[in-house]
């Protein structure tokens, strides 16, 4: 599958206002020349090569990488049709944090996103993670993916994470900082690297090792959210082309809470368990209460998305 954009094709950042419903100069040539408004725009398969595809167990996979390490600061998901490959539509939010104080915050957006020159979208934007999960219940009953009268997991659908930190740990941990219950439609998920394990019969430990391995130049800005959902994709599309059949690599227990995991093998995480939460913790109770420290201490913490 060819991955690469043709060499009369321009790649342009998406607005980061329009992905979120909120661009107001759509009647601007200059702006529209500047930014992409189109978020299926490179993500564009050709029908032709796609002749090995199989058959899924679902209509749609939602691709979600979750940005934002002491708390969610980035939530983008892009819906792919699982017959024709195309990406359909996509949900994106940025996620103000709730338990820390402005300077904390400020500090924390000028490390992760200053650096990208995204800073004041976020600013601009950001709004609390009870407000995006009740959009994005919004979004999903729109495409109808949910029921919330049917016990509130996905219909038809399943997400698709780049390891297990997205839906395992941050989200659940987002959850209890906002004091909101896990969604049951956050319960299970396909973990890319543990597929692409087993289909390929290679280790990749992230995405970017995919995308070097699959011959996928990236593109965007690494660590933001949106652009790294959409490289995610690009993977995604390349292995349902090749012949790959996405299943459930993760699933949650709803009683207990522990994780089963259902490849026997899959990508193993360095570190354990226990030691991941305790920096995960001691990371962000340190940054609440020493706004000084800088983002690039809290991202030298090992917090391996596995």
Not at 219 to 243: C, E, F, P, T, Y
Not at 250 to 266: D, L, W
Not at 278 to 299: E, G, K, M, W
Request: glycine share 4%.
């Amino acid at each position: 599958m060819d991955t690469h954009l043709s060499s009369t094709s321009r790649w342009r950042p998406m607005c980061l206002y329009y992905t979120q419903g909120k661009c107001t100069m759509m009647d601007d040539p200059a702006h529209l020349e500047k930014f992409n408004h189109d978020c299926s725009w490179d993500l564009q398969v050709n029908a032709a090569e796609i002749g090995k595809k199989c058959t899924q167990g679902v209509d749609y996979l939602l691709v979600f990488d979750l940005e934002g390490k002491i708390e969610t600061l980035e939530f983008p998901v892009l819906l792919i049709d699982t017959r024709s490959l195309a990406v359909v539509n996509f949900f994106h939010r940025f996620v103000r944090p709730c338990q820390m104080h402005l300077q904390a915050i400020n500090k924390y957006i000028e490390g992760k996103y200053g650096k990208l020159g995204v800073d004041r979208v976020w600013h601009d934007t950001a709004q609390p993670f009870k407000d995006v999960i009740e959009q994005f219940e919004t979004w999903l009953t729109q495409h109808q993916l949910w029921d919330k009268e049917k016990g509130g997991f996905l219909t038809r659908a399943a997400f698709v994470t780049c390891g297990n930190w997205d839906l395992k740990t941050a989200v659940p941990k987002q959850c209890e900082i906002s004091q909101i219950k896990l969604p049951p439609y956050f319960m299970e998920w396909i973990n890319l690297k543990d597929v692409y394990l087993n289909f390929y019969g290679r280790e990749a430990r992230g995405m970017m090792s995919m995308m070097n391995q699959l011959n996928i130049r990236p593109l965007g800005s690494h660590h933001l959210g949106i652009d790294d959902s959409k490289n995610i994709a690009r993977v995604l599309q390349h292995m349902l082309a090749d012949g790959a059949v996405m299943q459930i690599t993760a699933r949650r227990n709803p009683t207990s809470q522990k994780v089963e995991y259902q490849f026997e093998n899959r990508i193993r995480s360095t570190l354990s368990i226990l030691h991941l939460d305790v920096n995960y913790d001691y990371a962000r109770n340190s940054y609440l209460n020493s706004p000084a420290l800088t983002f690039d201490y809290i991202d030298s913490i090992q917090m391996t998305r596995w």
